[in-house]
């Protein structure tokens, strides 16, 4: 479409500028908002950071490709439309952080667009020397990104040059718009108008950004704080009982802190609690991006698990204590070990408040700290984690697993792990405790020596699937020639996804197969059904179809 465009009075001018100005400022809001969850939210998993560059490209480029296309039939509109698709592309080049791969495609798109408002004059000379200066800038912010951010004489003069190659070199006739000095000035000062309510709008929402972090999250350990778990807490147990779904809560202290404070100094004080803070917050994001840590006090933190009862989050717990006990803290010459007393308890339907829920899960802090601390308390019942295993006697038990279609054939072992109560003469499901894994897989040779079928299920836990050392050992014995036939490990929960990912590849190089054991009640398929894909199967026990079969109903 092809039409006329003389200079714009100032009225519908002014009113071109409002909207452009609005929309701007609006689409400035939401890109920032994904740029912080892209580059600045520590919390923010690799695959969701990989998303949410992805999507900052296609933004950029999607909403100034609609714009540019609105100029070419918007008539007395199209310079509005053609400024506003040149600013956010360039706006998007001055993002911080981007590799020089998302550049270069944002850099593309600029150069696309440029060529395609020289269309009727790409092979002259003042196109040649319009793209030059255009490659000379996109040379400048790349390498003075940071300055053109942060100081506003060189962002205006960035833009003002920009603006100037742009208009002042179109020919007559450019993406539906003749072309005259008077539309190039006036679309030269809007541009720059932009310019400058952009700066502003960009560096307030920078300024926000900072100040709602500090707000809510602890400057030492950046974890969230006291004020964050207040309102997450709170908005938690709505959730849950809206919805019916479980929550848990976990409180926990570092033992005797102020004795290692007095020793060693604040410093290593801070070391220590920087430390314990980033591991767990490394645990609890194998687990799921919906646990969150908080520091409530000086050496006092809350883990909130939404949607999880306290027997699942149970082995999370189990894995967090049992990694602080054995790190080591480096201060000075000084290698630092700190133990950790916890208390947890779930959302219960006759509580009255949230207060309800911290007063257990407080209740069983203390009576850890009362058994000896360095131990796990839940609903009052302390877990037997330092039991001595020096003298317990352990087994694995073989359950056969038959295919009833091909004539009830011998198709795998399952195995599961107990250990015999002398006291009362019986096997039963053994404590928390560790047991070295060489040991375990001794045992499974024991208990499969006169089996005739060699393939075999072991459950592992989420702890000890995404260790590399089990996958080590797992591996080794999956390829010794007194190995089994097949392996398959069953997980009762999946690891985070990019986790899952990395890991299970490891293990499918190797042969071995990966199945999720159960999918009880409280857990949501949305959050399976990513990993199914990546698995290779999923026992469902016939009291768990009943289970999907009501649900579905």
Excluded at 293 to 317: C, D, H, Q, W
Excluded at 453 to 462: D, E, F, Y
Excluded at 500 to 511: E, G, P, V
């Amino acid at each position: 479409m092809r039409m006329q465009l003389h200079l714009v009075a100032l009225g519908p001018w002014i009113a071109q500028l409002v909207v452009a100005t609005f929309f701007i400022v609006g689409f400035i809001d939401i890109y920032m908002a994904m740029w912080h969850t892209a580059f600045r939210n520590l919390h923010t998993t690799q695959a969701k950071r990989l998303a949410y560059r992805i999507s900052l490209m296609l933004l950029s480029i999607g909403v100034s490709a609609i714009l540019h296309f609105v100029g070419y039939i918007s008539g007395v509109n199209a310079m509005m439309f053609h400024n506003i698709g040149l600013f956010v592309l360039l706006f998007a080049l001055l993002d911080a952080d981007i590799n020089f791969g998302e550049y270069f495609i944002r850099c593309a798109a600029v150069i696309i667009v440029w060529a395609m408002h020289h269309v009727n004059d790409i092979a002259s000379i003042k196109f040649f020397i319009s793209i030059g200066i255009l490659l000379f800038m996109l040379i400048v912010i790349r390498r003075y990104h940071k300055t053109i951010n942060s100081k506003f004489i060189a962002n205006f003069i960035t833009f003002l040059v920009i603006a100037l190659d742009f208009w002042l070199t179109l020919p007559s006739e450019s993406a539906g718009i003749r072309m005259n000095w008077l539309v190039s000035a006036e679309a030269v000062g809007m541009f720059l108008l932009m310019t400058l309510f952009t700066w502003r709008q960009y560096h307030i929402t920078i300024r926000n950004n900072q100040i709602s972090h500090i707000a809510k999250f602890d400057t030492m350990t950046d974890t969230k704080n006291f004020t964050a778990y207040q309102s997450d807490i709170f908005n938690g147990v709505g959730i849950a009982r809206t919805n019916q779904q479980p929550l848990t809560l976990a409180v926990f202290d570092i033992d005797r802190f102020k004795q290692i404070n007095d020793k060693y100094g604040h410093l290593a004080g801070n070391i220590v609690l920087t430390g314990i803070a980033n591991t767990i917050q490394t645990i609890l994001h194998q687990y799921s991006d919906d646990y969150q840590l908080y520091r409530t006090g000086g050496e006092e933190f809350a883990m909130i698990f939404p949607n999880s009862t306290a027997k699942e989050i149970t082995p999370v717990l189990i894995h967090c204590w049992r990694e602080v006990r054995n790190r080591k803290f480096d201060y000075n010459t000084d290698e630092i070990g700190v133990t950790i007393s916890m208390g947890m308890s779930s959302l219960h339907a006759d509580d009255e408040s949230v207060d309800d829920l911290y007063k257990r899960a407080d209740d069983s802090l203390y009576d850890s700290k009362r058994h000896g601390r360095d131990t796990i308390t839940v609903d009052g019942e302390e877990q037997e984690l330092l039991k001595d295993t020096s003298h317990m006697t352990y087994a694995y038990f073989v359950q056969s697993i038959y295919d009833t279609k091909a004539g009830m054939t011998h198709v795998a072992n399952e195995l599961s792990l107990r250990s015999y109560d002398h006291k009362n003469g019986k096997w039963v499901n053994p404590p928390q405790v560790d047991l070295d894994f060489d040991t375990r897989i001794k045992l499974i040779e024991d208990a499969l020596i006169n089996s005739t079928c060699q393939t075999i299920v072991i459950a592992l836990s989420t702890a000890e699937f995404l260790s590399p050392k089990v996958a080590k050992k797992m591996i080794e014995f999956r390829k010794n020639v007194d190995g089994p036939d097949k392996l398959v490990i069953e997980l009762d929960r999946l690891p985070a996804i990019d986790l899952l990912k990395q890991t299970i590849s490891l293990y499918h190089q190797s042969d071995i197969m990966v199945m999720l054991s159960q999918i009880g009640n409280n857990r949501h398929f949305e959050k399976v059904s990513p990993a199914l894909e990546l698995i290779d199967g999923i026992k469902l026990t016939l009291q768990s179809l009943r289970m999907i079969i009501v649900a579905s109903i």
